[in-house]
């Protein structure tokens, strides 16, 4: 028995540590996919698999490797709700082969073949043939590599064996809300709550049962096998009480914070939920933004800026024949926004409504099956296409292509009078794409803007070039997907 249970504290590893887990194993076996494509090869085309041939075919090798990486990331696949679900993470991995696939067959029979033939280096020889289908064997064997790693892992780290036992300190407001965000992750099994108020004790939330006041928390964790506590209450604690919670932290127990676990699990922040502690909510660890970051940043919105202008002069007359013949009215359509410290600009984008939609003057959201978007207008809304001329507030310097999206003014004075930090998305400059928008998508309400908010805050407090790429590739999903309203 015990042998049993100390293997199944062993299992019950930290979020993060699932994630590096994930990640790991992940790196690891497109490697090992990679070398057992070159491996077969080589056996069949006696040749040594030596450091020589390892160099020789590096290039595709780094590239399909890349390729498996950014189609993880950009189909979320390290989103740790979903990847117990095997079917889910079935249809990506299959979704992902096909790609990474397809473009290495378009790339080499467009580009390489053509190329070779023409400059007469194409080896007639039988051996070849496998070379050139090496690249194929290894995306295949990949994917079979990581559906049964996925599924092991689901099994594995999935079930309830392996759930860390969770200990809610406070079941007011944030551990109500709390409770609600943990249910929906199968790594956690809620052993209840401690709150000091006697009203509450015997009631449940979610039917799951306040177990009395803090002076019963240390046997709560014994007696039933607590992995982690988490505080959500915003008051000081009192001597006891902190205490108390030293006590359980030199038992082994992993004291967290609601905010910070809330940041981790859902990529927001919870700013309705921390009272006194208002500096959760704010930026400061990023506030030193070092200038090298903000050259990268800003180096990739021009590269990037200059590869949408290409394709917005290319695609310009094709689209503004379509909102021409659609409805009537001018092409593009400049609305004022606010910027980076407050500063407004005017943002430009391919009119998508009908001509003077706010004809009483005042600023309205859209909505969801608005009348005022033209047939053209919802296509445009679904693909964003209707957004390709911001890349001219983006080479101009008053956009990037990821960071909070501009709001207008009016819709700010009446945000920040209802929601605590509104003005602090200001803090960075606005992006043609964010966080909130791949996480969230559209919202037309006050409801609506707090949760941005929210995945704002977190972008603010966590923002680095490596994650502007993370946006950019779930970006490209959701676009694919026809997502955008």
Same mark, same amino acid.
């Given at each position: 028995?015990?042998?049993?249970?100390?293997?199944?504290?062993?299992?019950?590893?930290?979020?993060?540590?699932?994630?590096?887990?994930?990640?790991?194993?992940?790196?690891?076996?497109?490697?090992?996919?990679?070398?057992?494509?070159?491996?077969?090869?080589?056996?069949?085309?006696?040749?040594?698999?030596?450091?020589?041939?390892?160099?020789?075919?590096?290039?595709?090798?780094?590239?399909?490797?890349?390729?498996?990486?950014?189609?993880?990331?950009?189909?979320?696949?390290?989103?740790?709700?979903?990847?117990?679900?095997?079917?889910?993470?079935?249809?990506?991995?299959?979704?992902?082969?096909?790609?990474?696939?397809?473009?290495?067959?378009?790339?080499?029979?467009?580009?390489?073949?053509?190329?070779?033939?023409?400059?007469?280096?194409?080896?007639?020889?039988?051996?070849?043939?496998?070379?050139?289908?090496?690249?194929?064997?290894?995306?295949?064997?990949?994917?079979?590599?990581?559906?049964?790693?996925?599924?092991?892992?689901?099994?594995?780290?999935?079930?309830?064996?392996?759930?860390?036992?969770?200990?809610?300190?406070?079941?007011?407001?944030?551990?109500?809300?709390?409770?609600?965000?943990?249910?929906?992750?199968?790594?956690?099994?809620?052993?209840?709550?401690?709150?000091?108020?006697?009203?509450?004790? #015997?009631?449940?939330? /979610?039917?799951?049962?306040?177990? &009395?006041? %803090?002076? =019963?928390?240390?046997? @709560? +964790?014994?007696? *039933?096998?607590?992995?982690?506590?988490?505080?959500?209450?915003?008051?000081?604690?009192?001597?006891?009480?902190?205490?108390?919670?030293?006590?359980?932290?030199?038992?082994?127990?992993?004291?967290?914070?609601?905010?910070?676990?809330?940041?981790?699990?859902?990529?927001?922040?919870?700013?309705?939920?921390?009272?006194?502690?208002?500096?959760?909510?704010?930026?400061?660890?990023?506030?030193?933004?070092?200038?090298?970051?903000?050259?990268?940043?800003?180096?990739?919105?021009?590269?990037?800026?200059?590869?949408?202008?290409?394709?917005?002069?290319?695609?310009?007359?094709?689209?503004?024949?379509?909102?021409?013949?659609?409805?009537? #009215?001018?092409?593009? /359509?400049?609305?004022?926004?606010? &910027?980076? %410290?407050? =500063?407004?600009?005017? @943002? +430009?984008?391919? *009119?998508?409504?009908?001509?003077?939609?706010?004809?009483?003057?005042?600023?309205?959201?859209?909505?969801?099956?608005?009348?005022?978007?033209?047939?053209?207008?919802?296509?445009?809304?679904?693909?964003?296409?209707?957004?390709?001329?911001?890349?001219?507030?983006?080479?101009?310097?008053?956009?990037?292509?990821?960071?909070?999206?501009?709001?207008?003014?009016?819709?700010?004075?009446?945000?920040?009078?209802?929601?605590?930090?509104?003005?602090?998305?200001?803090?960075?400059?606005?992006?043609?794409?964010?966080?909130?928008?791949?996480?969230?998508?559209?919202?037309?309400?006050?409801?609506?803007?707090?949760?941005?908010?929210?995945?704002?805050?977190?972008?603010?407090?966590?923002?680095?070039?490596?994650?502007?790429? =993370?946006?950019?590739?779930?970006?490209?999903?959701?676009?694919?997907?026809?997502?955008?309203?």
């Amino acid at each position: 028995m015990t042998n049993t249970a100390t293997y199944a504290s062993h299992l019950r590893l930290e979020f993060s540590e699932r994630k590096l887990l994930l990640r790991l194993g992940d790196l690891l076996l497109i490697v090992v996919g990679m070398l057992g494509a070159l491996a077969l090869w080589s056996q069949f085309a006696q040749r040594p698999l030596d450091g020589a041939l390892l160099r020789e075919q590096l290039s595709w090798a780094a590239a399909i490797g890349v390729g498996w990486l950014l189609c993880l990331v950009a189909l979320d696949m390290y989103d740790l709700r979903r990847v117990v679900q095997l079917r889910w993470c079935l249809r990506r991995l299959v979704l992902s082969a096909f790609v990474i696939g397809v473009l290495y067959i378009a790339y080499f029979f467009v580009a390489v073949f053509p190329l070779s033939a023409a400059a007469g280096v194409i080896d007639p020889a039988p051996s070849a043939t496998p070379l050139r289908l090496a690249p194929v064997i290894s995306v295949l064997a990949i994917a079979l590599l990581l559906i049964i790693w996925r599924a092991i892992y689901a099994v594995v780290l999935g079930g309830i064996h392996a759930r860390r036992r969770v200990l809610i300190l406070g079941a007011g407001s944030a551990g109500r809300t709390f409770i609600d965000v943990l249910l929906a992750y199968p790594h956690f099994e809620m052993v209840g709550f401690v709150d000091d108020d006697p009203r509450k004790l #015997g009631s449940k939330i /979610y039917s799951v049962p306040v177990l &009395g006041g %803090h002076e =019963k928390m240390l046997d @709560v +964790v014994e007696s *039933r096998g607590v992995d982690e506590i988490i505080i959500a209450i915003s008051a000081a604690m009192k001597g006891s009480l902190f205490q108390t919670i030293m006590d359980c932290h030199e038992r082994g127990i992993t004291i967290t914070p609601m905010p910070l676990l809330y940041e981790q699990l859902t990529g927001k922040v919870a700013v309705e939920h921390i009272g006194s502690q208002w500096y959760v909510a704010l930026p400061f660890e990023n506030n030193g933004f070092d200038s090298l970051t903000r050259l990268a940043k800003r180096g990739l919105d021009i590269l990037l800026g200059s590869l949408m202008a290409l394709v917005f002069l290319l695609t310009l007359p094709i689209v503004a024949l379509a909102i021409r013949l659609d409805s009537k #009215g001018p092409i593009f /359509y400049a609305q004022e926004r606010m &910027g980076l %410290h407050g =500063k407004v600009f005017k @943002v +430009v984008k391919y *009119r998508s409504m009908v001509e003077d939609a706010e004809r009483d003057g005042k600023a309205k959201w859209a909505t969801k099956g608005d009348p005022r978007i033209t047939r053209v207008g919802r296509f445009m809304r679904k693909t964003r296409i209707d957004e390709l001329p911001q890349v001219i507030n983006i080479l101009r310097g008053e956009m990037s292509m990821v960071g909070p999206r501009p709001e207008r003014p009016q819709f700010i004075e009446k945000l920040q009078k209802q929601i605590p930090f509104y003005r602090t998305r200001l803090a960075a400059k606005p992006g043609l794409t964010g966080w909130a928008q791949v996480s969230y998508g559209y919202g037309a309400t006050t409801e609506d803007a707090l949760i941005k908010l929210q995945y704002d805050l977190y972008y603010l407090k966590h923002q680095s070039v490596w994650f502007d790429l =993370k946006i950019l590739l779930r970006t490209i999903a959701v676009v694919l997907k026809m997502k955008g309203q």
